[in-house]
């Protein structure tokens, strides 16, 4: 429809930190453990189950990743996919230069009459 290709024509990538690049790298070379856990199932809450139908949380999470496979959204749990780099030196100069130019400040080493 209209809203989804106006959004997919002005949307930007989310980024990510350095700190989550390392935590995805950490979770993808340890080995998964696929265990039950000992806490009692959650209930969905009232409202949820009126309006949708859905009655365990297990439901809720399959309807959502179906939802996401239909419209090409990442599965849930993948985190981010771009991430913004550290600033580098060579960076830093360029924006301080531009940002001289844009004030018509003179260099600092430079001679003038």
């Given at each position: 429809?209209?809203?989804?290709?106006?959004?997919?024509?002005?949307?930007?990538?989310?980024?990510?930190?350095?700190?989550?690049?390392?935590?995805?790298?950490?979770?993808?070379?340890?080995?998964?453990?696929?265990?039950?856990?000992?806490?009692?199932?959650?209930?969905?809450?009232?409202?949820?189950?009126?309006?949708?139908?859905?009655?365990?949380?297990?439901?809720?999470?399959?309807?959502?990743?179906?939802?996401?496979?239909?419209?090409g959204e990442a599965?849930?749990?993948?985190?981010?996919?771009?991430?913004?780099?550290?600033?580098?030196?060579?960076?830093?100069?360029?924006?301080?230069?531009?940002?001289?130019?844009?004030?018509?400040?003179?260099?600092?080493?430079?001679?003038?009459?």
């Open positions: 429809d209209a809203f989804t290709t106006v959004d997919k024509l002005v949307s930007k990538p989310v980024l990510g930190s350095d700190g989550a690049a390392s935590w995805q790298e950490f979770r993808k070379e340890t080995k998964e453990c696929n265990r039950e856990s000992v806490a009692p199932a959650l209930q969905v809450k009232r409202a949820d189950r009126l309006g949708t139908g859905l009655t365990t949380l297990a439901d809720e999470r399959a309807n959502e990743t179906r939802i996401r496979q239909e419209s599965a849930l749990g993948s985190g981010y996919t771009t991430f913004k780099r550290k600033n580098e030196g060579e960076e830093a100069r360029e924006r301080k230069r531009k940002k001289r130019i844009e004030k018509k400040m003179r260099p600092e080493k430079k001679t003038y009459f």
